[in-house]
């Protein structure tokens, strides 16, 4: 059913000025709209006029201000029949662009007022729906249309039409831009993971914000979330999903664009410039980026660099209450110069707020801005060719200038008319200081091949030709290995240089990560092609060489260094050392040690030497000196730690000897050793043992107290009952009493049928098997319980078998194996005790029963039950696009009215694993109930009500633990009369599930 006019606003005046946000001096922010005509936005526009659009799950809407108080009166629906929730959306004219359903979509008759009527025309196909999917689209200041896509939203080869793309075969994310007849669609620049917005300077250019690999930190390709100037042909470092998973170029190689600054952990979300007049001067050309893990606006201000720029983030605002505030997208009103922000995503709250400086300019007007041209004539191509000749470095117009006119030579190298003049221009960029410029003359001087000269054999190559080098090594890779060993050898290259130099060597055999070693921590440490026997041992030489002469070499050379070592492998020699366990030392950086570990582990040891020792003590010490530094670790961490622990268990003669007996082994961390380095594990747990008994405050952990498994029983049973007593290691010491279980263990493995892991219920129940000393209406409850939880007779198999098994053995009885049967008999044989099955909430189901029994269910009226719905708060939770609780499309052909109305009055008896909360619990003793909608190693955000979010920062949590109740309150159709309970229930029979189109 399509309605219009939406809901009218239950806020009958506008509201004051919001509190739940800090913002910076002089600035105020007003709620514009909130639920429900605002639900759960995903991204937003204003049009020419001043029309505000926003975009959900399923839903494109106008939000309009009838009385002009500035504050949203009701919505306009625009396009029925969505399946996506649109990540871009763009008005222009009477055309409204759409990223959903499948791409870029143009609908036309848009006029801010009417629904649109007809199907929509598809611009270009792309993935959307998903966070890596297309996302952003606005008009370029060169009449172009510009899209913004994710590494996920499927750019390719085969995506490009236009002849004249800056870049022709796209890797991970892409700004893409399309003509303005949709005939050419090229790629402007590759490599992003994740941005979800972009916007244009003053100057025209395209600025993005892309996400961090946040799974990845404290690992040596960890990036932070960035700012960055997009630039055509360039390439910001993401390589998934061709050519890796999880390592990116780092930004000091020569061929990746650095970012204008880096702003940490986050999600990037609206990139907004401001190019208005209400704000202060200060704020005029910068840009805002919304960061919607922490409920922040970044501010950040551009100084000219050369032909780019740096910035110092600052906070403009952030979210300082727990209404929620997760911004999804920014945009500035292009009449009143209020910076709109709309809150919302995987189902938090919805809302648009608009920002203003208090003492803003009573006529702002929009700034005026650079237009930009794609077009060739012939007085533009003599101007560029006249823009290529160099004037002054210090001048940063005259380097962005520059820049521009390379890039614009190279889009039209073929018309452009060659001379000596222009290959000398051409040539004298190639040693710019400037990255980007360096960068486009070297494409510049390969398409229209400006010679560079013979690469000499008794003396260093020159700087020229090392800039060609790194543009065709993959084409013409011996004359550009030439380059690059030329420059190896010269002992007073620069780091840059040498950066290049072995950056030439990974793009001359196929670049770096073998095919086999995607997804591993072998991805930025090995080739795609395999380096010739004869050119590894010159390379080897070469680098020996090189590390014998640096005492301590710039930072990223040594990285480098190491890097190529790695690749190499062969026996760790001295070089090797040299190159990589001489670099960890006490105040060395724990992230570069990881990298060095890498690098060694790649190689091999025979013999136990001085290095087993220094490399025992450098794996025994990382993780302490990780926690001492305050390096945050995420999921991957342990993952690639293990792969390298495991190299070195298979490689490294006798280095398990030297790990085991070492005078540090025995810290709780170090059980994540025994494993893959092969330590005799019988040694490891009596030296866990030792290190507990000298060290009262000794931080037991799950995975040492299950080594305790390998002792007698005896020995460890009065540690095993202290243990018990510590939170967090109860699972633990269940699995080691699981393997010698006692009668006196039955009350704990009782407990362990509560867990939410099906390999301790299995345990649990398999140990109480084995037992008779306890109460048998105990165990049956508790079982019959814990089927509850496994519910999937095949992905639960084996759980529910387990607990079949113990039901019939502490009753004798060889009933049918559900939960049903089970229910039935223990209700019947034992009806004093049938009320432990329900969900502990005080439901009264005698009571209930007798009630449903008089309800007229045939007289239930759908259209009634839609007050009723409204009435019994569903929708609150229920909208379908919510964190907090399941659509309900579909809901009645998924469940009988019984087991419906079950789970509406009980909703604590049966809890979906989606939507089952955690308890979050922080250092200063507060709690909170939620549902994760983000979690990382720096902190949650929980979705505590409909309505509500709050953010715990990781250093804060205490605990977390998840909670076997449901958020949905019990007792909701205590408030309906019988007949709006029957009008609900056939309200809910009409919520059908989309029919595919």
């Known amino acids: 059913m399509t309605v219009v006019l939406l809901l009218l606003s239950a806020v009958a005046t506008p509201p004051a000025s919001v509190t739940d946000l800090k913002l910076a001096p002089g600035f105020s922010a007003k709620l514009f709209a909130d639920n429900p005509i605002a639900p759960d936005v995903y991204t937003m526009t204003i049009d020419d006029a001043g029309r505000v659009l926003i975009a959900g799950r399923g839903y494109?809407?106008?939000l309009v201000d009838d009385d002009n108080d500035s504050y949203a009166d009701r919505a306009i629906d625009l396009i029925d029949g969505l399946k996506d929730g649109p990540m871009g959306l763009f008005a222009e004219g009477d055309s409204l662009f759409v990223v959903g359903d499948g791409g870029l979509k143009r609908y036309r008759g848009y006029n801010g007022r009417n629904k649109l009527k007809g199907p929509p025309e598809t611009i270009l196909a792309l993935k959307t729906a998903g966070e890596h999917d297309a996302h952003a689209v606005r008009r370029g200041p060169d009449g172009w249309l510009y899209l913004l896509c994710g590494n996920m939203s499927g750019v390719r080869k085969s995506t490009i039409t236009g002849s004249r793309s800056p870049v022709r075969d796209p890797i991970a994310g892409a700004l893409v831009r399309i003509s303005p007849d949709f005939k050419n669609v090229e790629v402007v620049a590759d490599g992003f993971r994740n941005p979800y917005s972009f916007d244009f300077n003053r100057d025209g250019e395209p600025f993005t914000y892309d996400s961090d690999n946040e799974r990845c930190v404290g690992l040596p390709w960890y990036e932070p979330c960035r700012l960055y100037h997009v630039v055509p042909g360039g390439n910001y470092g993401w390589r998934s999903p061709q050519l890796s998973q999880t390592w990116r170029k780092p930004p000091h190689f020569p061929d990746v664009v650095a970012p204008i600054c880096t702003l940490g952990r986050g999600s990037p979300t609206g990139v907004a410039c401001y190019l208005h007049t209400q704000f202060p001067e200060k704020y005029r050309g910068g840009f805002f980026l919304a960061d919607w893990t922490f409920g922040r606006i970044h501010y950040v201000p551009l100084t000219a660099n050369h032909s780019t720029y740096t910035g110092r983030p600052e906070v403009f605002a952030e979210a300082s209450g727990t209404s929620g505030f997760a911004p999804t997208a920014l945009a500035v009103h292009p009449k009143t110069g209020e910076?709109?922000?709309?809150?919302?995503?995987?189902?938090?709250?919805?809302?648009?707020?608009?920002?203003?400086f208090d003492k803003g300019d009573a006529n702002p007007k929009p700034l005026p801005t650079t237009k930009r041209s794609l077009e060739f004539d012939k007085t533009s191509a003599d101007q560029w060719i006249k823009d290529t000749e160099p004037k002054s470095e210090h001048a940063a117009e005259d380097t962005r200038k520059r820049r521009h006119a390379l890039e614009m030579v190279v889009r039209y190298h073929e018309k452009i008319p060659r001379s000596e003049a222009l290959n000398n221009a051409v040539k004298s960029n190639l040693t710019a200081t400037d990255p980007l410029t360096r960068a486009a003359a070297a494409r510049a001087a390969v398409v229209l091949t400006v010679p560079v000269g013979e690469v000499p054999n008794t003396k260093p190559p020159t700087a020229e030709q090392l800039a060609v080098a790194l543009v065709v090594a993959a084409d013409e890779p011996a004359w550009a290995l030439k380059v690059a060993l030329g420059v190896l050898d010269n002992t007073n290259a620069t780091s840059g240089e040498l950066i290049a130099a072995l950056r030439i060597v990974h793009l001359a055999h196929g670049d770096l990560t073998a095919k086999d070693a995607v997804g591993t921590v072998w991805e930025g440490y090995t080739l795609r092609n395999e380096i010739p026997r004869a050119l590894a041992h010159q390379l080897h030489d070469i680098l020996a060489k090189r590390v014998r002469k640096f005492s301590e070499g710039p930072r990223t050379v040594d990285l480098e260094f190491a890097r190529l070592f790695a690749i190499l492998g062969g026996e760790f020699d001295p070089p090797a050392r040299r190159a990589t366990l001489d670099r960890m030392r006490k105040d060395s950086d724990p992230i570069d040690d990881f990298h060095y570990l890498i690098a060694a582990a790649r190689t091999s040891s025979k013999t136990t030497s001085q290095e087993t020792g220094e490399l025992a003590t450098a794996l025994l010490g990382l993780q302490q000196k990780v926690k001492s530094r305050g390096v945050t670790l995420d999921r991957h961490w342990p993952l690639r730690f293990d792969e390298i622990l495991t190299r070195f268990g298979g490689n490294w003669h006798k280095l398990n000897e030297a790990v085991v007996d070492h005078r540090e082994f025995g810290r709780p961390e170090h059980a994540a050793l025994v494993r893959p380095l092969k330590l005799n594990a019988d040694d490891a747990t009596r030296r866990f043992i030792l290190s507990a008994a000298a060290d009262k405050r000794y931080a037991w952990t799950p995975a040492v107290v299950e080594?305790?498994?390998?002792?007698?029983?005896?020995?460890?049973?009065?540690?095993?009952?202290?243990?018990?007593?510590?939170?967090g290691l109860e699972d633990a010491v269940l699995r080691v009493l699981a393997h010698d279980p006692r009668d006196a263990d039955c009350p704990k493995f009782i407990v362990g049928l509560k867990a939410f892991d099906p390999s301790l219920v299995r345990a649990s129940a398999n140990a109480l098997a084995k037992s008779s000393a306890t109460d048998a209406k105990e165990v049956c409850v508790a079982a019959i319980r814990a089927l509850r939880r496994f519910p999937d007779a095949k992905t639960d198999a084996t759980t529910r078998t387990a607990l079949f098994g113990l039901l019939q053995k502490f009753t004798g009885e060889k009933l049918e194996p559900t939960e049903k049967a089970w229910v039935a008999w223990f209700v019947k044989q034992h009806p004093d005790a049938a009320k432990a099955l329900d969900a502990g909430d005080g439901f009264d189901t005698t009571a209930w029963q007798k009630r449903a029994a008089n309800i007229a269910w045939a007289k239930g009226d759908a259209e009634r039950g839609r007050a009723a719905f409204t009435k019994a708060t569903c929708a609150a939770c229920h909208d379908g696009g919510r964190a907090v609780g399941p659509s309900l499309l579909g809901i009645t052909k998924r469940f009988g009215r019984d087991d419906l109305l079950t789970a509406?009055?009980?909703?604590?008896?049966?809890?979906?694993?989606?939507?089952?909360?955690?308890?979050v619990t922080t250092t200063d003793d507060t709690s909170y109930t939620g549902i994760i909608v983000y979690e990382a190693t720096d902190g949650v955000i929980l979705q505590t009500g409909a309505d509500t979010t709050v953010r715990i920062a990781g250093a804060d949590i205490a605990s977390k633990k998840p909670v076997d109740v449901s958020l949905m309150p019990a007792g909701l159709l205590d408030k309906l009369t019988d007949a709006e309970i029957a009008d609900l229930l056939a309200y809910l029979g009409t919520l059908a599930e989309p029919v595919p189109k």
Do not use: C, H
């Open 60 to 62: 494109v809407r106008i």
């Open 904 to 919: 509406i009055l009980q909703p604590n008896k049966d809890v979906p694993p989606r939507y089952r909360p955690v308890r």
């Open 339 to 356: 910076l709109f922000v709309s809150i919302g995503g995987r189902g938090t709250r919805g809302g648009v707020y608009r920002i203003a």
């Open 707 to 727: 080594f305790l498994a390998r002792m007698p029983r005896t020995d460890v049973d009065r540690l095993l009952r202290d243990l018990w007593e510590r939170p």
